[in-house]
């Protein structure tokens, strides 16, 4: 069996008004007392899922790029030894794109590093502004190609659909971005979740989001770009060459087990879903007392794991199969989804039905979130 791993380091570099990790930022880390409780919550992690073949470790959180490479390469070095690696194994770090942390990328890549996935988010500087963000355009560029320089593979992520984009504007950013080289692109239309600063602004009328027509409009335009530079859509946000989807969140999406370690990670592994205390002290207080950082952990109803492994397998270009989803939990395919609506989908052209694998067509994943909710058998939704 297969495994993935994620490995949460929780510390930001600088407060940002649009983060919500302000209460992790810190003076100083103690950097041994963050490795020893690091190590303890992997081991457990072991003992739990047993021998298996790690096909990915992800390092994200605050400011993974941050952590010392000596901890990095240490904790890789741990996971070699409770589990086999794959022969690809892919190992991961999110980084933000700033002169400080593109410095550290050759010896990160020495510890182990050999993808990294860098937060763009913008390349105009008046957007990264707004979105929060701390670095400007030339800056993050930079690092791209510091980070192009040192790793095998390379990501970075955009955000469009911004209040006053245009598509005109998004084309040639988009264009620009996929002139860059790199084998994979995260592109997400911009969200704004309750409780942020974002929402605020919004309430009180400090702008206005885009009309959905024109965010469908642009994210058709950016998947027919994408596709022919030969990067297509494999999932709902993200795009690669064949072969260079991101191996850690297939794993997500396919409904893989994957164990999550350090402040407020999750897991799920065995059937079971983990959680851990997300404020760092805390954290450190649990594993110092019963050697692991989890405050949650429970056993996943048979119903709510076919829910979630649809709702996930679904935004992948690929589909889900339906027989295999019915061997795998013991339902029938009716108990899966519901029939009279994947029908009324398929001829709308929202969704195919090619034998049992069900795919959600490039005009349904403008609608994604709706059709789930229509699909999926209602009594699983409610388990």
């Known amino acids: 069996?297969?495994?993935?791993?994620?490995?949460?380091?929780?510390?930001?570099?600088?407060?940002?008004?649009?983060?919500?990790?302000?209460?992790?930022?810190?003076?100083?880390?103690?950097?041994?007392?963050?490795?020893?409780?690091?190590?303890?919550?992997?081991?457990?992690?072991?003992?739990?899922?047993?021998?298996?073949?790690?096909?990915?470790?992800?390092?994200?959180?605050?400011?993974?790029?941050?952590?010392?490479?000596?901890?990095?390469?240490?904790?890789?070095?741990?996971?070699?030894?409770?589990?086999?690696?794959?022969?690809?194994?892919?190992?991961?770090?999110?980084?933000?794109?700033?002169?400080?942390?593109a410095s550290r990328f050759a010896d990160l890549a020495r510890a182990g590093i050999?993808?990294?996935?860098?937060?763009?988010?913008?390349?105009?500087?008046?957007?990264?502004?707004?979105?929060?963000r701390l670095h400007g355009a030339a800056e993050g560029l930079a690092a791209l190609d510091t980070a192009q320089a040192h790793f095998k593979r390379v990501s970075f992520d955009l955000i469009y659909a911004l209040p006053g984009q245009t598509e005109e504007e998004w084309q040639a950013m988009l264009s620009r971005a996929l002139g860059f080289g790199t084998g994979h692109l995260s592109l997400y239309q911009l969200t704004i979740e309750p409780g942020t600063r974002f929402a605020t602004d919004l309430r009180q009328g400090a702008f206005a989001m885009p009309e959905e027509d024109l965010s469908a409009e642009m994210f058709a335009m950016t998947r027919a770009m994408t596709a022919a530079a030969g990067l297509p859509a494999y999932e709902v946000s993200n795009h690669a060459r064949p072969g260079g989807e991101s191996r850690h969140n297939l794993t997500y999406w396919r409904y893989g087990d994957y164990a999550g370690i350090?402040?407020?990670?999750h897991g799920l592994r065995c059937a079971t879903a983990t959680q851990r205390h997300r404020k760092p002290e805390n954290f450190l207080t649990a594993v110092r007392r019963d050697g692991h950082g989890i405050c949650d952990s429970h056993p996943l109803?048979?119903?709510?794991?076919?829910?979630?492994?649809?709702?996930?397998?679904?935004?992948?270009?690929?589909?889900?199969?339906?027989?295999?989803?019915?061997?795998?939990?013991?339902?029938p395919m009716d108990g899966l989804v519901a029939m009279r609506q994947v029908a009324l989908y398929r001829d709308l052209g929202f969704v195919t039905l090619d034998g049992s694998r069900l795919t959600v067509t490039p005009r349904g994943m403008v609608l994604l979130d709706g059709l789930l909710g229509e699909l999926v058998q209602p009594e699983l939704l409610l388990s």
């Open 1 to 101: 069996m297969t495994l993935a791993l994620y490995i949460h380091w929780p510390f930001c570099a600088k407060k940002c008004p649009y983060c919500d990790f302000n209460s992790h930022v810190r003076d100083t880390v103690d950097v041994a007392a963050w490795e020893a409780a690091l190590l303890a919550d992997m081991a457990f992690e072991a003992e739990r899922t047993g021998q298996r073949t790690l096909t990915s470790i992800f390092f994200g959180g605050g400011t993974p790029s941050l952590m010392p490479p000596e901890l990095v390469e240490r904790l890789i070095a741990a996971a070699g030894r409770h589990w086999s690696f794959a022969e690809d194994v892919e190992i991961t770090l999110e980084a933000n794109p700033s002169s400080v942390e």
């Open 114 to 132: 050999n993808r990294t996935s860098l937060g763009l988010q913008s390349l105009d500087d008046k957007a990264l502004k707004f979105l929060g």
């Open 262 to 265: 350090g402040p407020g990670a």
């Open 301 to 331: 109803p048979t119903g709510e794991q076919a829910a979630e492994a649809l709702m996930m397998g679904l935004r992948l270009d690929e589909g889900v199969d339906l027989d295999r989803l019915s061997a795998r939990f013991g339902m």
